[in-house]
């Protein structure tokens, strides 16, 4: 596949086949992606790629949390609420897939059916979680950095005929995908 073909087809999958995917293509994507550019060559990003029942318990817990109201402990900050265009693109997403997915504005039902699907990776049947040394927070590169790699990654994974996502939901109970993913103390939690 050409380099513009990947660029302009991507999308951003939220439903996947329960197949399971060979761990050497999600290694030879996991190495595309390490060839993304980073500050100063320092490449503070780590990979924990997840199948089967850690995963599923991720989903669980972070299921089970949500559903009890427990508030969202993400480590890595998000900032402020979005306004002005940039609520606008989340509302209009928003509205693109209730739409295709003939989810009606008032089914408040299938409305949380869907918001619970992102904290369970939209069910696909691999995660990768991205994070970075802890003694890196508050680098204004590192993020940035993390975002080349996030993208690098999904670019990657479309390349070889694999649909993803760049997804925060998963990530917000960080204390479930840190326990069950096996995550250490000294790495920060940034993307899924």
């Known amino acids: 596949m050409e380099f513009d073909d990947v660029i302009m087809g991507r999308r ?6 329960p197949d399971p995917v060979p761990m050497a293509l999600i290694k030879e994507i ?5 060839r993304a550019p980073s500050s100063m060559n320092t490449q503070p990003w780590n990979f924990t790629v997840l199948t089967g029942e850690p995963l599923d318990r991720i989903r669980q817990g972070n299921t089970e949390r ?6 969202h402990s993400r480590e890595f900050r998000t900032g402020e609420a979005f306004a002005g265009v940039h609520r606008d693109r989340q509302v209009g997403v928003a509205k693109q897939l209730f739409s295709a997915m003939g989810i009606a504005r008032d089914d408040t039902a299938m409305r949380q059916d869907w ?13 990768v979680i991205v994070t ?9 590169d590192t993020p940035f950095d993390c975002g080349a790699v996030a993208t690098a990654l999904v670019n990657a994974a479309w390349s070889r ?19 069950h993913a096996g995550i250490a103390d000294d790495q920060v939690i940034m993307k899924s």
Not at 115 to 127: I, K, N, S
Request: glycine fraction near 12%; include cysteine.
């Open 66 to 71: 949500n559903m009890a109201g427990i508030p």
């Open 115 to 127: 918001v619970l699907r992102g904290f369970r990776q939209f069910d696909a049947p691999v995660c």
């Open 161 to 179: 005929g694999l649909g993803a996502v760049i997804n925060s939901q998963g990530i917000m109970q960080s204390p479930v995908v840190r326990e």
């Open 30 to 34: 996991l190495a595309l992606a390490m």
């Open 12 to 17: 951003s999958i939220r439903g996947y086949k």
């Open 132 to 140: 970075y040394d802890r003694v890196l927070d508050g680098s204004d």
